[in-house]
């Protein structure tokens, strides 16, 4: 399964994906909000790469790799999965990049195209985004593919605080 967009090709990750995963992950810059995202080791990142994979086995969706279209760089990563959050099953709205490809709407563009495939795939499911309170940029990501800003649901994460931001259901009109 594969989500293209105007610039953008996402694809299932895959064992040739593993240098990139620790490239990315173990990148202060790339993991400033998240440190706890941060691996050490390649050995981390085949922890990583492992369950991403049977998050994918069991559901048939996940984390995709974001690759340029053009060039066929790899840019990043970003996808869904299904996590508990307050006692509820909800998709976890996920968006990590390469800190070169900043500031071109490569994030916002690769989670608009996670949430358009989200919603057209799994309209039941709620989406949620949680963004650290000073990460402006990945507020700004959540905010321009659709979700909206739930501050009754702010939580604890491993960080510290999360903002919840949410994915904005259509309501039925008459």
Request: glycine content about 8%.
């Given at each position: 399964?594969?989500?293209?967009?105007?610039?953008?090709?996402?694809?299932?990750?895959?064992?040739t994906?593993l240098?990139?995963?620790?490239?990315?992950?173990?990148?202060?810059?790339?993991?400033?909000?998240?440190?706890?995202?941060?691996?050490?080791?390649?050995?981390?990142?085949?922890?990583?790469?492992?369950?991403?994979?049977?998050?994918?086995?069991?559901?048939?969706?996940?984390?995709?790799?974001?690759?340029?279209r053009?060039?066929?760089?790899?840019l990043?990563?970003?996808?869904?999965?299904?996590?508990?959050?307050?006692?509820?099953?909800?998709?976890?709205?996920?968006?990590?990049?390469?800190?070169?490809a900043?500031?071109?709407?490569?994030?916002?563009e690769?989670?608009?195209?996670?949430?358009?495939w989200?919603?057209?795939?799994?309209?039941?499911?709620?989406?949620?985004?949680?963004?650290?309170?000073?990460?402006?940029?990945?507020?700004?990501?959540?905010?321009?593919?659709?979700?909206?800003?739930?501050?009754?649901?702010?939580?604890?994460?491993?960080?510290?605080?999360?903002?919840?931001?949410?994915?904005?259901?259509?309501?039925?009109?008459?």
């Amino acid at each position: 399964m594969e989500i293209v967009t105007a610039r953008l090709a996402l694809r299932r990750p895959g064992p040739t994906d593993l240098k990139t995963i620790f490239a990315i992950h173990s990148d202060r810059q790339a993991c400033l909000h998240n440190p706890s995202d941060l691996l050490a080791t390649e050995a981390d990142a085949e922890v990583l790469f492992g369950r991403w994979d049977e998050h994918w086995r069991r559901h048939g969706f996940g984390y995709w790799v974001v690759r340029d279209r053009e060039s066929g760089r790899t840019l990043g990563f970003a996808g869904v999965k299904v996590v508990r959050f307050r006692e509820v099953e909800v998709l976890n709205l996920f968006y990590r990049l390469d800190p070169q490809a900043w500031g071109a709407g490569v994030a916002t563009e690769a989670a608009g195209a996670v949430v358009a495939w989200a919603t057209e795939h799994l309209p039941e499911w709620t989406v949620v985004a949680r963004v650290r309170p000073d990460n402006v940029a990945s507020q700004r990501v959540a905010l321009r593919a659709g979700l909206i800003r739930a501050e009754d649901l702010d939580d604890q994460g491993e960080d510290g605080l999360d903002w919840i931001f949410v994915l904005r259901r259509p309501t039925a009109t008459a």
